[in-house]
């Protein structure tokens, strides 16, 4: 069996000004910008993009956006594309989280347009999906979480699925502080994992990171990083400290 590398990201949201970017991201680098055990991507907001960038540069932490557009260029107000991003040297970017869904509308066929226009542009995208809290509740979990994938993989292939990241965030554990039992995230996590073999082969699916993220904090993850399906972990509040992303990079490393 293929052993996948764990990888912690930071989803920073709204937060942090380019300078408060450039602390952050410069008490990262010299706790954990040489190791390279895990894999680690922070993504600031677009205006700290630049300013984070050049404080990674040299070190093993990579720079990735919560969004963007399906778009390269044009009448988009208010927009960014792949191009853009790769431009401040991102390589990652975080496509369908929760809070676009809900807030911004996203469909899950929009959401599509942006992996495949990630996939294009060289960027891996973050594929988030999870029920709502209603959802789970009314048992429609496994449902809605393979409608999301679904949807927003169509037309990917086999040879690019490869460096998909899928983040698996149940809706109701973010930001909450109500985090998934270890037990609930594997089910879904084996789950998604079935559910990549069966659109491209068992190899490629195992190559696919799928990570957890709602309220995933150092207490909590050493159990959920334990489990054979948990490649990692999305984290919004604790990777707005150095010192709370640092422990949750170094539980990963201790489970790799
Ligand atoms: C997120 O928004 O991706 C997230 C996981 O947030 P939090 O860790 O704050 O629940």
């Not at 010299?30 to 990674?56: H, W, Y």
């Not at 399906?70 to 929760?98: D, K, N, Q």
């Not at 990241?165 to 789950?191: D, L, M």
């Not at 984290?235 to 990963?252: D, K, P, Q, T």
């Amino acid at each position: 069996m293929i052993s996948r590398k764990k990888l912690i990201a930071g989803n920073w949201k709204m937060n942090k000004t380019s300078a408060d970017a450039a602390t952050l991201v410069g008490d990262l680098v010299s706790a954990i910008g040489k190791q390279n055990d895990v894999d680690v991507v922070v993504c600031p907001p677009f205006t700290s993009l630049e300013s984070a960038g050049k404080v990674l540069e040299g070190s093993t932490v990579k720079l990735g956006a919560q969004n963007m557009h399906p778009e390269a260029s044009g009448a988009f107000t208010g927009e960014i594309s792949a191009p853009m991003l790769r431009a401040l040297f991102a390589t990652y970017v975080i496509l369908g989280h929760s809070e676009r869904r809900s807030y911004f509308a996203e469909t899950d066929a929009f959401i599509n347009k942006k992996v495949h226009a990630a996939l294009k542009n060289q960027l891996r995208p973050i594929l988030c999906v999870g029920e709502t809290l209603a959802e789970r509740e009314s048992g429609s979990t496994l449902k809605v979480v393979q409608t999301q994938t679904e949807l927003g993989l169509e037309g990917v292939s086999k040879e690019q699925a490869a460096s998909l990241v899928i983040a698996y965030e149940p809706v109701w554990a973010i930001g909450t502080g109500k985090v998934a039992t270890t037990e609930q995230a594997q089910e879904v996590h084996a789950f998604i994992r079935d559910l990549l073999t069966k659109l491209y082969t068992a190899p490629v699916a195992q190559k696919v990171r799928i990570l957890y993220g709602g309220s995933m904090k150092p207490a909590n993850a050493p159990e959920l990083l334990a489990q054979k399906d948990i490649d990692g972990g999305l984290i919004g509040g604790a990777s707005l400290e150095a010192r709370s992303f640092v422990e949750l990079v170094n539980a990963a490393i201790a489970v790799k």
